[in-house]
């Protein structure tokens, strides 16, 4: 069994129970990562990230949610870069706080906010973090600088590289070392639509065998790839589960309708549309919500975009119900 943190929600009124019963079980499976009531307390008193539980195995792991969710802060906490405050991290066994050189060794992280030396060049660069991880292949660079397309700028300097450029560069220092635990944050910020493409391809590829987790408050980075998706909302682990089940937890909460623009702007103030496209007969919607809308609204089948809207919006409902 892959999860032990939530399961893919049902309607908001039971939503809160289940979660609160999964949580109640021993949290431990056969996964590769195991995360045992993690919190993280910032000075003030805030929470970043608050009591979380969940056993992960290998593939592509999708860590959604909105800005602020707290996933940042339970990458580094996982990337050894900050301690939990309580709880437990463990990777193949392995306690993350008590041995975080044993972690690093296994580990390729790409933060956020990626910083470089623009002063030297792309094979400078990446030989030099090569060699910090203990890869001392020529070839392994080179074979690195052509998988994220820049092998033909490799001896350019990083200084009059792009954003995309830079950003590809990242996560060929990440993969570098063919590393167990690939941890990517935001990774996709800069890119291009075929450069976005590429570097999915190249995540599928690294999580065969291993585990990747990928975080991104962009539902469309991950639907293709991942294994699995684990969504966050105020620190918190709020559903986990596959893409295929989480869809199917929206069932019959996702319906579809053609309307004037007029009516549209009058629709994005009080309905959750999860997309619009407009044609020559109108606004074509696509709306969650547990009751059907007026207006000769029809059902549709969810996709993963509306079962992560559908999530968040069973979050808050069985937080409104708790209050």
Not at 50 to 77: C, E, F, Y
Not at 241 to 246: D, M, R, S, V, Y
Not at 284 to 303: K, L, M, Q, W, Y
Request: hydrophobic content about 40%; overall charge neutral.
């Amino acid at each position: 069994m892959w999860l032990s943190a939530g399961e893919a929600p049902e309607a908001p009124r039971s939503y809160a129970s289940r979660i609160h019963n999964r949580r109640a079980r021993s949290p431990y499976t056969c996964g590769m990562l195991s995360i045992e009531g993690v919190s993280k307390k910032f000075r003030g008193g805030n929470y970043g990230v608050r009591d979380v539980s969940l056993s992960i195995g290998g593939g592509v792991v999708g860590l959604l949610g909105p800005n602020g969710a707290g996933k940042t802060t339970l990458m580094q906490m996982i990337a050894t870069i900050t301690r939990p405050t309580a709880g437990t991290i463990r990777f193949q066994g392995i306690d993350v706080a008590r041995e975080p050189d044993a972690i690093r060794r296994k580990l390729g992280y790409l933060p956020q906010d990626f910083g470089v030396y623009d002063n030297l060049t792309a094979v400078e660069f990446l030989s030099y973090f090569a060699a910090l991880k203990g890869v001392h292949s020529r070839a392994r660079v080179g074979e690195m600088l052509e998988m994220v397309n820049l092998h033909n700028v490799a001896k350019r300097p990083i200084g009059g590289f792009s954003g995309g450029m830079k950003q590809r560069l990242g996560i060929a220092q990440a993969l570098i070392n063919d590393p167990d635990l690939v941890i990517v944050d935001e990774p996709t910020a800069g890119l291009d639509p075929e450069e976005r493409v590429r570097f999915r391809n190249v995540l599928a590829d690294a999580g065969l065998g291993k585990l990747v987790i990928l975080s991104t408050h962009i539902v469309s980075d991950v639907e293709s790839v991942a294994t699995h998706i684990a969504i966050m909302s105020g620190g918190s682990i709020v559903a986990c589960a596959t893409p295929e089940e989480l869809m199917r937890g929206a069932a019959g909460s996702v319906w579809e309708m053609v309307v004037a623009s007029e009516r549209f702007d009058e629709l994005r103030r009080t309905a959750r549309v999860s997309s619009a496209v407009r044609k020559s007969e109108g606004v074509h919607v696509r709306i969650v919500s547990t009751e059907e809308p007026s207006g000769g609204a029809s059902a549709a089948e969810p996709t993963l975009e509306d079962a992560f809207l559908y999530t968040m919006i069973s979050k808050a409902a069985s937080g409104e119900a708790a209050a």
